[in-house]
């Protein structure tokens, strides 16, 4: 959402968010006010398992997605959020408010204020049926609170802002009559520094490795990537998460970098292939035209990999199936085809065409203006 923000305070807007307690220094690190509001994941997640204990135990995929993350945000987290969110609305007396595809308290807060709100995407379209077991979820609090937020728990009711590449994004976007395309592939990484050895890196591919920021625990998949490509013809960059050790995976040879942290929006530039969890980071990975191995490991980064593969951008290793072996095969194969860069970088062409920031700016101030839906432009037939 940081594109948004900043565009929108370039436009002389007063921009603030509110988000977990225990994330609220990284929203002040970006330059904006943050307000403590709602559960953090693990507290989700804690308080999820044992309401919707059937859902939870499901085996990691899509199913387990769909059954229990709708439940854990709409169930669990929404009404948190607006718990605390709504006397923060009230104070502030905001002309509108924007919440991401994950968070049902904010429709509910901003209801309750009697203002319009917007949805911001994430990335791929979730099903459309998730977003409807949501809205049954939240329901009942919607009824205490005595608003209405529609069949799909406050998605879709003005604008929902859509961030996914045209030729990346599921058919069901055509029934969303409030979908606007805006792109937010590219985040200026501000005054953070690379590495010194990043001018040292020798001239071969340059491989890209991170599980993003949540679902980077599991050492053994880090372990089984570095002993896959240690050995080829290729630099190797390895970002693991502030609650890691690069110590724990052991020596490395000079042509892999095993670093906690390194800003992706400067580091990108610099690869030519990414493994990824499959999370938000594969918009500004495609972006850049790289080509993507995916390993899913938990969300809607399933959903993701499978998307990936069919777009012909990537190919995926489930974690059943993640080993030395297969990391290698997958590798090999993405670096020795040359359409899968082909069609990344075709992905980073239709990235940059797509409405940046501004438009979405502009969309938020007709909101906020005619407080009524913006429908999407009929499109002649």
Not at 252 to 272: K, M, R, S, T
Not at 279 to 300: D, E, K, R
Request: with cysteine; charged share 20%; proline share 9%.
């Amino acid at each position: 959402m940081v594109p948004l923000a900043r565009a929108s305070a370039a436009a002389g807007h007063d921009v603030c968010f509110a988000t977990a307690a225990a994330f609220c220094p990284q929203v002040e690190k970006a330059g904006f006010e943050a307000f403590a509001a709602g559960l953090s994941l693990p507290e989700q997640m804690q308080q999820a398992a044992r309401r919707y204990p059937e859902q939870h135990a499901m085996a990691p995929g899509k199913e387990r997605f769909e059954a229990f993350v709708p439940r854990m945000l709409a169930g669990v987290a929404g009404p948190a959020r607006a718990a605390d969110l709504a006397p923060i609305v009230e104070r502030l007396e905001p002309d509108l408010l924007v919440h991401d595809e994950t968070d049902f308290g904010g429709p509910l807060a901003a209801a309750a204020a009697g203002i319009p709100y917007a949805d911001h995407s994430v990335g791929f379209l979730r099903p459309l049926d998730m977003a409807r077991l949501a809205g049954a979820t939240l329901a009942p609090l919607a009824d205490q609170w005595g608003v209405d937020v529609g069949e799909f728990g406050g998605m879709f009711r003005y604008l929902y802002l859509d961030v996914c590449p045209p030729s990346l994004q599921s058919p069901e976007i055509d029934e969303i009559d409030v979908a606007h395309q805006m792109q937010n592939a590219h985040i200026d990484a501000g005054d953070e520094q690379l590495p010194d050895w990043i001018g040292e890196l020798a001239p071969v591919p340059t491989v890209y490795v991170s599980l993003g920021t949540i679902f980077n625990q599991k050492q053994e998949v880090f372990a089984a990537i570095l002993e896959a490509l240690r050995d080829e013809n290729l630099n190797v960059i390895v970002t693991i998460g502030g609650g890691n050790d690069p110590a724990a995976l052991g020596p490395q040879p000079d042509n892999v970098h095993v670093e906690q942290f390194i800003p992706q929006g400067a580091l990108l530039p610099y690869c030519d292939l990414a493994i990824n969890q499959g999370g938000t980071a594969i918009l500004p990975l495609l972006a850049a035209g790289l080509p993507l191995l995916v390993m899913p490991q938990s969300a809607n980064q399933f959903h993701n990999a499978e998307a990936c593969v069919a777009a012909g951008v990537g190919r995926a290793i489930l974690q059943a199936d993640v080993g030395v072996a297969s990391v290698r095969r997958e590798m090999r194969a993405l670096r020795e085809d040359p359409r899968f860069r082909e069609r990344a970088e075709e992905i980073a062409r239709e990235t940059e065409l797509m409405p940046p920031p501004e438009h979405g700016v502009e969309l938020l101030e007709r909101l906020a203006r005619e407080r009524s839906r913006v429908l999407r432009p009929r499109v002649a037939p």
